[in-house]
């Protein structure tokens, strides 16, 4: 039966750190031999904070729209990350292209999911952007704190880009 390769994690959103963290990954795993599973995350909180939960009048029609939103979401998030991964499988030299990199989409807090899909056993590495929000507020570079909690709570080393 044949081992799977060691993986890097790469939590992705399309933003300018999760585009140069899975830059650095293809650099990694090229060099490493490892392979990448690229995660994106459908942040459930953000469709109603709970602190608004009482507030909405009719809870059926809300969670129907919730259903639509995340569909929606996963349709386009696939429609990107299939071509994202065909672009990357087509720079790869290696053999064993098509199975170089792969992805994920999952619903849920961003931290918990990144937790979640780290613990398993050939997840080697997580290469992630950091937020960047203290900069946009306050032009300062800063450490998100997903990232940051992803950095001190991972079973695996973490490598943070900005």
Known sequence: MATLKPSILVPYDATELSIKALDKAVEIATNMN???LLLY????ASFCPSKMEKFISNQKDFEKAKKYFVKSIREGADKHLFQLVNKIKEKNKTKEKESFIKYIIRVGHPADEILSVS????????VMG?????????????????SRWISEVASCPVVLMR
């Open 119 to 126: 613990k398993d056993p050939n997840i080697r590495l997580i």
């Open 34 to 36: 490892y392979t990448i």
């Open 41 to 44: 995350i459908i942040d459930d």
């Open 130 to 146: 950091t937020s960047g929000s203290l900069k946009k507020r306050h032009n300062r570079r800063g450490v998100g704190s997903i």
